[in-house]
């Protein structure tokens, strides 16, 4: 099929025209070009419906949807017609295109843009130019159509029990472990689930568990396209289901029955037949809910700028952490979740996304490599904010040949983690001062050098160790640690290293309003390393103390932490001697759960250090690199003027490399600029390549 070249002066796109059902089964299409210009006067929003009335077209040739779906195996095509001319499209686009065809979706003057077809895949800039326009041809449209592919798997009857678990959304405002607070409907779901698993239908559970697994909730792209876009028609064959139902439906799950859900897909499995090496495809749980649809009600309510939601924080400003919802960590996080077919996209995917200032300085290219578009996307950052925010995402273990200090986007090592919500402030208010080099390879900022490493805490199992469960992923590998070196006469009182120590594992703020604002973070030294003591003694406590009673299975992540670092070393002693695995009588149930929760995160993705100055820290474990990819002894923590957090970096060559954000207590609110002052440190010019 033969392309005309779109002018971008006239904001043209390409839109298919789909023709009614013809007697040999093959779809047909047109295909044409029209203008987002060629507007109608005085026709501007639209109710949320799947298909305009003709009277609401907003141009003179029509109105147009966006289509939403997976390409699926390159290797699989089938044939459709289109201007007259049979092409071979991927099998699950063409099963929509039957789908759309016989729903009478599209034709006349109500058209659909379709990537496969409605770009020139041929074409390197043409395809730069259209993910450029990305953000206005899905905040156009009249719709986007989310086709999740065919009918399979009982998805029907997932569908069913969607819609059944929607109906107790609005009812469940309150999280499933706060028992007492639940209302009396979710009280009543529990109950009756719990007396007859089948209740909400026999095999539903297992159903969901494979409409959840379906490849489309891990395409890239989808993030966007879903994000942006007004109204969403959700088709899976010949169903339907509103977005936000289906939504609605998966946050009670969150809600209500998250640990429940365990018990319910166990059942199914057993009455079904089915074994699943993983129980539920957890990490399509969380993007369908928190990735999706929250994050796109957020974007809307608060125009770019939310605070993040916490335990009674809506009344105590401290603990609401003003943010961007859709900062570097997050965007990352959700490419490295997404699978794509180019390096490239992991950025160019989500650029809808971005805001818009910085991404208007983007110019989407496929005549350059990965390591390239990362670099240029790394210093736009930095030259559009005047800041070295970004540099806390970078480390030299991507693989595309990026600059150390440009976050490879592909890198799949992250985690879902929340130090990047906490506003810490190393390096105050010293502003960011660059320039690059060597064809934007080389990075020239300034800072002080604080601490190198001396000891490191074991590292996680890594993904590559034939991990089948992710809870594998908690525990640890204890050949890894390594022991601190006898070194300095920087001496320490043990009361001042206990409280910095307990400070250092919960990273000095706590993700819920403690009971005691400034001793909270003391509660860690008690918390048992048993669960099985834990949970009893947590029990016993009684009313108050529901939650932290009913983290079965999670407080392993706790559990595993405690007992693989017993023998670590911290200025001369063990760290197991630091706890008393004694829950005192006047215990806080909420300073507890607030010291647990934060250090269980803190050691997620993260391995404990100490430093030659005996300072405590933490650092980034690699669990997607081998033994040479990590952090190591000798290695050194800097402040970098203009970012917010130590940065830890590795001497090479006449400079450095960048290996990631740290953690380092007493250097995390502006400390270095005081060292400074007082003539302990000396501002340097650092070269990281």
């Not at 289509?67 to 390159?74: A, H, I, K, Q």
């Not at 009600?297 to 993040?308: T, V």
């Not at 939601?309 to 965007?331: G, I």
């Not at 160790?465 to 992923?473: M, Q, R, W, Y």
Request: aromatic share 10%.
């Amino acid at each position: 099929m033969e392309y005309t070249p779109l002018r971008e002066n006239l904001d043209e796109i390409r839109v298919i025209t789909i023709l009614p059902t013809s007697a040999d089964g093959l779809v047909r299409c047109t295909i044409e070009v029209v203008s987002l210009t060629d507007r109608n006067e005085g026709i501007e929003n639209h109710e949320a419906t799947e298909v305009p009335a003709p009277s609401q077209y907003r141009f003179k040739w029509g109105d147009y949807a966006c289509l939403s779906y997976t390409w699926g195996d390159p290797t699989k095509t089938a044939s459709i017609i289109v201007n007259s001319v049979q092409i071979q499209v991927p099998t699950n686009l063409e099963a929509c295109l039957q789908t759309m065809q016989n729903r009478s979706m599209f034709g006349a003057r109500f058209k659909v843009w379709i990537d496969a077809i409605s770009i020139n895949q041929k074409d390197t800039a043409e395809r730069g130019l259209q993910v450029g326009k990305m953000r206005e041809l899905y905040t156009a449209a009249w719709s986007v159509v989310i086709w999740l592919g065919a009918e399979c798997s009982d998805s029907q009857i997932a569908i069913d029990l969607l819609e059944k678990l929607s109906r107790y959304y609005n009812h469940g405002d309150k999280d499933e472990r706060n028992i007492p607070n639940l209302n009396l409907e979710i009280e009543t779901l529990r109950s009756s689930l719990k007396n007859d698993p089948e209740y909400l239908g026999r095999g539903s559970w297992v159903a969901l568990r494979e409409f959840l697994s379906r490849p489309y909730w891990d395409r890239l792209w989808i993030i966007q396209e879903v994000l942006i876009s007004a109204s969403k028609t959700v088709l899976c064959g010949s169903r339907s289901i509103n977005w936000d139902i289906l939504c609605k439906g998966i946050g009670t799950i969150h809600q209500s029955l998250f640990v429940m859900k365990n018990e319910l897909l166990d059942y199914d499995q057993k009455v079904c037949g089915k074994t699943y090496p993983e129980p539920w495809c957890t990490k399509n749980l969380h993007r369908v809910l928190k990735d999706l649809w929250l994050l796109g009600e957020e974007l809307k309510q608060k125009n770019h700028s939310i605070y993040l939601p916490s335990k009674r924080a809506d009344s105590h400003p401290r603990f609401q952490f003003h943010r961007n919802p859709l900062d570097n960590h997050r965007l990352l996080e959700i490419s490295k979740q997404s699978l794509g077919s180019d390096a490239r996209d992991k950025f160019y995917g989500l650029l809808a996304i971005v805001e818009p200032g910085f991404a208007s300085q983007i110019r989407p290219s496929y005549d350059i490599d990965a390591g390239a578009a990362f670099n240029m996307v790394a210093k736009t950052h930095i030259q559009t904010y005047n800041s070295l925010e970004i540099l806390r995402e970078a480390n030299p273990w991507g693989g595309n040949s990026s600059a150390s200090w440009a976050p490879d986007w592909t890198w799949q090592g992250r985690n879902r983690f929340k130090m990047h919500l906490v506003p810490y402030n190393a390096s105050g208010n010293a502003p960011a001062s660059v320039r690059f080099l060597d064809q934007d390879k080389t990075l020239i900022c300034s800072g002080v050098i604080i601490d190198k490493i001396n000891g490191l805490g074991p590292r996680h199992r890594e993904a590559r160790d034939g991990v089948n469960h992710a809870a594998e992923l908690w525990e640890f590998k204890a050949d890894t640690m390594v022991q601190p070196q006898a070194t300095s006469p920087f001496e320490i009182e043990i009361e001042q290293l206990k409280l910095d120590l307990c400070r250092a594992l919960t990273r000095d703020h706590p993700w819920e309003i403690p009971n005691n604002e400034s001793t909270w973070h003391l509660a860690v030294l008690n918390l048992p390393a048993d669960e099985d003591t834990a949970l009893m003694k947590f029990s016993a406590r009684g009313p108050g103390w529901e939650y932290l009673a009913s983290e079965r299975n999670y407080y392993q992540r706790w559990s595993l932490w405690r007992k693989a670092h017993a023998e670590f070393m911290i200025c001369g002693h063990r760290l197991d001697e630091f706890f008393t695995d004694r829950v005192p009588d006047d215990a806080l149930h909420d300073d507890y759960s607030a010291a647990y929760n934060a250090a269980k995160g803190s050691s997620q993705a993260q391995r404990l250090v100490v430093t030659e100055k005996n300072r405590i820290g933490w650092v980034t474990d690699n669990n997607d690199g081998g033994g040479e990819d990590q952090v190591m002894r000798g290695d050194l923590f800097c402040v970098v003027f203009g970012c917010s957090t130590p940065i830890v970096i590795r001497p090479h060559l006449d400079g450095f490399v960048v290996l990631g954000e740290g953690y380092l207590q007493g250097v995390m609110e502006g400390e270095a600029l005081q060292m400074v002052k007082d003539g302990e440190l000396c501002v340097q010019d650092f070269k990281f390549y």
